[in-house]
């Protein structure tokens, strides 16, 4: 049973562009919603992060979009970038418990010139 | 600091060998995980630690071991490795800020394949 689901799969964009990722959840209980970026052949880094009191957060070009109704949460990457190509990661977890990550399954971003 | 280091960065084995995979932080952080990564199926949490002497399992424990006897170290035991334990491993740290986790740090993985 996945309980985060991601899409697209893979995601080609113009520089420039804006990069668009969805991902849904199912466990009502997840209370902190992270983005990985991950480069070929590196572990994934933390891009940026959520919780469900706020329905957006931006840090520079990336913003986190959350609609907790839905239970639903976007990465919107604007004016994107060659050096945004890679893999990208949302996951959710139980903070108040352990630090367990549920991962959805990966976007392959590729930006072209 | 090095932060999350894992070893080795590549391993081959054969069906049925042995061994472990070394992963050290140098952050004092309380919480260790284990994931692996497989195409088109993202990470996976196979076992996690939140303590020295705590060990729980996660999503896909099955053939894997762990133990959790110092706060820097957390090494992933295959006792009997199996081609289906392809994959690349990853391991990861985290704290607590006011009793809530906070962001994992992940070390830059074991390219492991088994034949």
């Known amino acids: 049973q996945q309980q985060v689901k991601q899409s697209p799969q893979s995601l080609i964009v113009q520089k420039g562009g804006i990069s668009i990722i969805n991902c849904a959840y199912e466990n009502t209980a997840f209370d902190y919603f992270p983005w990985y970026q991950q480069f070929p052949g590196k572990g994934p880094a933390l891009l940026i992060a959520i919780r469900p009191d706020v329905s957006e957060k931006k840090e520079g070009r990336f913003t986190i979009s959350f609609n907790k109704s839905a239970k639903q949460f976007s990465l919107h990457i604007m004016d994107s970038q060659p050096g945004d190509s890679a893999t990208y990661f949302c996951a959710a977890s139980m903070t108040g418990t352990a630090s367990k990550l549920t991962f959805g399954t990966g976007t392959r971003l590729q930006v072209t010139l | 600091n090095a932060g999350v280091t894992q070893t080795p960065k590549f391993q081959v084995l054969k069906t049925g060998q042995s061994m472990t995979l070394q992963c050290a932080q140098d952050?004092?952080?309380?919480?260790m995980s284990w994931y692996r990564q497989d195409p088109g199926m993202g990470l996976r949490l196979i076992h996690y630690?939140?303590?020295?002497?705590?060990?729980d399992q996660g999503e896909v424990p099955n053939g894997y071991n762990v133990s959790r006897s110092t706060t820097e170290d957390f090494p992933l035991r295959l006792l009997s490795a199996a081609p289906s334990q392809t994959s690349v491993y990853f391991c990861?740290?985290?704290?607590?800020?006011?009793?809530?986790?906070?962001?994992?740090?992940f070390g830059p993985g074991t390219r492991l394949t088994v034949t």
């Open positions: 630690s939140v303590g020295a002497g705590i060990t």
């Open positions: 952050m004092n952080h309380e919480y």
């Open positions: 990861a740290s985290s704290y607590r800020i006011a009793a809530k986790w906070v962001e994992q740090y």
